[in-house]
């Protein structure tokens, strides 16, 4: 059996920065998650307002857990 390729100094290189890319995307999220529940308890009594902003939430979250699989696949192929 053939060994699995080897990963090179550059494809680790190029591994990392996508983590970074892909952590700094998070944080991003993250902050607007946080202004999104801020805006909501500001707007708490304007139903139109607050099914927006949880649409907006919602595609957020969507958003996150896509970045966090990236994030998973990556940091793997990293380990591996």
């Keep these: 059996l053939p ?3 080897r990963s090179t100094a550059a494809d680790q290189r190029g591994l990392r920065k996508t983590l970074a890319r892909l952590e ?3 944080a991003k999220v993250s902050d607007e998650e946080q202004r999104i529940h801020a805006d909501m308890s500001v707007h708490a009594t304007d139903h139109e307002q607050v099914l927006g902003l949880q649409a907006q939430l ?3 979250i969507d958003r996150r857990k896509v970045l966090e699989e990236e994030w998973l696949v990556t ?3 990293l380990d591996g």
């Design 24 to 26: 700094r995307q998070l």
């Design 58 to 60: 919602a595609a957020l």
């Design 3 to 5: 060994d699995a390729p």
């Design 75 to 77: 940091a793997d192929s």
